[in-house]
């Protein structure tokens, strides 16, 4: 390693070079890696709603449609609307009556099934759009803005894509005051907590490389979630900070005692790469067990994250050393007194009350692991956008008129005859909540022959082998009601058809919460386990990683049982989620601490004097750490109009300053109380030092 050292200190003109004009490819991948904005699309994809999700696209071309409601508009005026809407690039067809029927034929004379589902409430028709592509693809989002453009008055446009698109320009508009909330406050705790006024300055550009490169790389996957990047930024910030701290602090102790700044940085980065090794390791370990989930969200966010940790090493031990030595007489020449103080007289006080200090908080963490498991969790995500966003608006509408709050896509063999289907509608309408079902065979009735209506009719109902129906519920998707809806349609529909598949938001919702329910099991299981493993192999010792983990993990139950207490409703993947970005990303606090601890008894000091000496050397390092990570993530959640950005990032920052206050105060007692039992499941815990420090004390 110290070789590696000397060559980065000696090539610093170079590597800083190469890291520039690595920037610019980086940031043509980052603009050529596509953002999927539709959660549902990463469900496991044997699943029946996902199954015939893949028909609706391929055969019937339904998969992204749009749902036009327009109130006392006249014919002629909605003919034209019509018109202009089908010269939209990426648009397959606007479709209504006057595709079928002389729009002057009066429309009770028209089947009641197809009245119901055409016309509605305060004198409202049903425009339908398909789209050529998936209700995700930028064709799509192209074309649904520029409809909104030649909607006419009284016009609320409607269903997934509208939506899809609608969070897609939210996102797009936040994005920048995102990355400027992170960096601005970051900045700030780092002024206050640093001597140097230019410090701060080179974190944030060395930050940006490993930032860079990272969206950059991307690429490679294929395309990334719109979580995914409004997360990865603030994230891969208030996470790998930590490292740009420990080699500052180290590269300074070492100019004390070497003879040159070049010395003294091989040193620091040799010291440091060892130190953030296995911090590193559990954070990246942590990230990685998101892909533990069938939801393959979880493998987005974790393949990302624990990239941008890697690269965060990377570039912390090769391009910071470049800048700080470059740029060395500067920061010097401008310091001042820092804010943040060591912990002296905490550090006292936590080792002479470490018994109590430990009952006190087993017993108040009693209540919060409790109501942990009783906060609420809602899977329906556009209740965590802003209501009056056009696609929210629009779908509300087509509740209100025509009684169409969650729409179910039906898909059966069409070898069924039309009296099976005609009675399989029958059944489905006796299904409470059901408003309405529409099929082929239910409108025209047995032995009509369907070769008579109209293409544009029987291409929306019946295509590629299946005959479609369509039924609309008045419950709302997620609930517990609309989920036992599911599954007596899904009942009836095996009976009929065994290989029959029913799709939608609701089916599709009702799957990521039973997915979702399995994939919050699997995460913490595994993301416990790699941590535990590496924490086991760090340290060689058994007891360590139980401690290590379970300070976490109880910093972790405090944070996800306050909103219990709030009467604060989580969206499902922050409560899935934010275990493994505490663990991983806070973890690295408990192992500087235990570090430290385990360094003061090599040196022969008791247990108390340790738990004294590390809370006080450490305090400084994890408090600006804490609070550089709470900073980061604190203005995301304030600014963002995005309720599931806005609980991620307050779940984040909150669990940051839990995790702070538990490895400040509560670690150390621990360490010190159970000094025993880690000597004796710990190997090499008392080194040769603390024989000669004994053997001095004697002398």
């Given at each position: 390693m110290k070789k590696i050292a000397q060559g980065i200190v000696r090539l610093r003109k170079l590597i800083l070079t190469?890291?520039?004009?690595?920037?610019?490819?980086?940031?043509?991948?980052?603009?050529?890696?596509?953002?999927?904005?539709?959660?549902?699309?990463?469900?496991?994809?044997?699943?029946d709603s996902m199954i015939g999700e893949q028909i609706l696209e391929n055969d019937f071309h339904l998969a992204s449609t749009g749902m036009i409601t327009v109130e006392g508009l006249p014919t002629n005026e909605l003919i034209a609307m019509k018109k202009d809407i089908e010269a939209v690039p990426g648009v397959t067809q606007a479709f209504w009556l006057s595709d079928v029927l002389d729009p002057s034929v009066p429309k009770e004379m028209l089947p009641a099934d197809v009245q119901q589902f055409m016309f509605g409430k305060n004198?409202?028709?049903?425009?339908?759009?398909?789209?050529?592509?998936?209700?995700?693809?930028?064709?799509?989002?192209?074309?649904?803005?520029?409809?909104?453009?030649?909607?006419?008055?009284?016009?609320?446009?409607?269903?997934?894509?509208?939506?899809?698109?609608?969070?897609?320009?939210?996102?797009?508009?936040?994005?920048?005051?995102?990355?400027?909330?992170?960096?601005?406050?970051?900045?700030?705790?780092?002024?206050?907590?640093?001597?140097?006024t230019i410090?701060?300055?080179?974190?944030?550009?060395?930050?940006?490389?490993?930032?860079?490169?990272?969206?950059?790389?991307?690429?490679?996957?294929?395309?990334?979630?719109?979580?995914?990047?409004?997360?990865?930024?603030?994230?891969?910030?208030?996470?790998?900070?930590?490292?740009?701290?420990?080699?500052?602090?180290?590269?300074?102790?070492?100019?004390?005692?070497?003879s040159s700044n070049e010395e003294a940085m091989v040193s620091a980065i040799c010291k440091t790469m060892t130190s953030i090794s296995a911090s590193s390791l559990t954070t990246i370990a942590g990230f990685l067990a998101l892909c533990a989930m069938r939801l393959t969200l979880g493998r987005d966010i974790g393949l990302v994250m624990a990239k941008g940790v890697a690269l965060g090493v990377i570039c912390t031990v090769v391009v910071l050393p470049a800048l700080i030595l470059t740029f060395d007489k500067w920061v010097e020449k401008y310091k001042h007194r820092t804010v943040i103080p060591r912990l002296t007289k905490l550090s006292y006080f936590v080792s002479k009350h470490a018994a109590p200090i430990v009952a006190i908080f087993l017993v108040l963490l009693v209540p919060f692991a409790v109501a942990q498991n009783k906060t609420e969790?809602?899977?329906?995500?556009?209740?965590?956008?802003?209501?009056?966003?056009?696609?929210?608006?629009?779908?509300?509408?087509?509740?209100?008129?025509?009684?169409?709050?969650?729409?179910?896509?039906?898909?059966?063999?069409?070898?069924?005859?039309?009296?099976?289907?005609?009675?399989?509608?029958?059944?489905?309408?006796?299904?409470?909540?059901?408003?309405?079902?529409?099929?082929?065979?239910?409108?025209?009735?047995?032995?009509?022959?369907?070769?008579?209506?109209?293409?544009?009719?029987?291409?929306?109902?019946?295509?590629?082998?299946?005959?479609?129906?369509?039924?609309?519920?008045?419950?709302?998707?997620?609930?517990?009601?609309?989920?036992?809806?599911?599954?007596?349609?899904?009942?009836?529909?095996?009976?009929?058809?065994?290989?029959?598949?029913?799709?939608?938001?609701?089916?599709?919702?009702?799957?990521?919460?039973?997915?979702?329910?399995?994939?919050?099991?699997?995460?913490?299981?595994w993301s416990i386990m790699a941590v535990a493993v590496i924490i086991l192999i760090s340290f060689r010792s058994l007891s360590i990683p139980v401690l290590l983990v379970a300070s976490i993990e109880a910093a972790i139950a405090i944070n996800m049982g306050i909103p219990y207490f709030t009467g604060t409703q989580l969206p499902f993947i922050a409560s899935i989620v934010i275990g493994t970005i505490q663990l991983g990303a806070t973890v690295d606090?408990?192992?500087?601490?235990?570090?430290?601890?385990?360094?003061?008894?090599?040196?022969?000091?008791?247990?108390?004097?340790?738990?004294?000496?590390?809370?006080?050397?450490?305090?400084?390092?994890?408090?600006?750490?804490?609070?550089?990570?709470?900073?980061?993530?604190?203005?995301?959640?304030?600014?963002?109009?995005?309720?599931?950005?806005?609980?991620?990032?307050?779940?984040?920052?909150r669990g940051a300053l839990i995790s702070m206050v538990v490895i400040l105060v509560v670690l150390p007692a621990a360490l010190m109380l159970l000094d025993w039992i880690i000597r004796h499941t710990t190997m090499h815990w008392l080194v040769p030092e603390y024989a000669n420090a004994k053997k001095s004390e004697k002398e």
């Open positions: 190469v890291a520039i004009l690595l920037l610019i490819p980086s940031a043509i991948g980052a603009i050529a890696t596509r953002i999927n904005y539709d959660v549902l699309t990463y469900l496991p994809q044997e699943l004198d409202s028709t049903m425009l339908i759009v398909r789209f050529d592509g998936p209700s995700a693809s930028d064709e799509t989002m192209n074309a649904v803005g520029q409809i909104k453009k030649v909607l006419r008055k009284d016009c609320f446009f409607g269903g997934m894509s509208v939506i899809l698109q609608d969070t897609k320009t939210l996102i797009n508009q936040e994005m920048p005051l995102y990355v400027l909330c992170a960096v601005g406050a970051s900045l700030l705790v780092l002024f206050l907590s640093l001597e140097s410090t701060p300055l080179l974190f944030m550009l060395g930050l940006l490389f490993p930032i860079v490169y990272n969206f950059g790389t991307n690429i490679f996957l294929g395309q990334i979630s719109y979580i995914t990047q409004a997360l990865s930024t603030v994230l891969q910030l208030g996470v790998t900070m930590d490292f740009s701290i420990f080699l500052l602090h180290r590269y300074q102790e070492e100019k004390e005692l070497r969790v809602y899977y329906t995500l556009f209740d965590s956008l802003p209501q009056d966003l056009t696609g929210i608006v629009g779908t509300n509408k087509l509740g209100e008129d025509f009684g169409m709050t969650t729409s179910h896509f039906i898909l059966v063999h069409d070898d069924l005859s039309a009296s099976q289907v005609s009675d399989l509608c029958d059944e489905l309408k006796d299904i409470d909540g059901i408003t309405q079902v529409v099929s082929l065979d239910s409108i025209t009735g047995p032995g009509f022959d369907t070769s008579l209506l109209p293409d544009s009719v029987t291409e929306i109902l019946q295509s590629g082998g299946y005959k479609l129906i369509l039924a609309n519920s008045s419950y709302k998707t997620g609930t517990d009601a609309i989920n036992a809806q599911v599954d007596e349609m899904n009942a009836a529909i095996k009976a009929v058809d065994p290989e029959g598949v029913m799709t939608g938001e609701g089916a599709m919702t009702k799957d990521l919460i039973e997915v979702a329910d399995v994939d919050f099991k699997n995460v913490n299981v606090y408990s192992i500087l601490m235990t570090t430290r601890y385990h360094e003061e008894r090599a040196y022969g000091r008791t247990p108390q004097e340790a738990a004294q000496q590390s809370l006080e050397h450490c305090s400084q390092s994890i408090l600006t750490s804490g609070l550089t990570f709470f900073a980061a993530t604190v203005g995301v959640a304030a600014i963002s109009k995005m309720e599931l950005l806005q609980s991620i990032c307050r779940l984040i920052s």
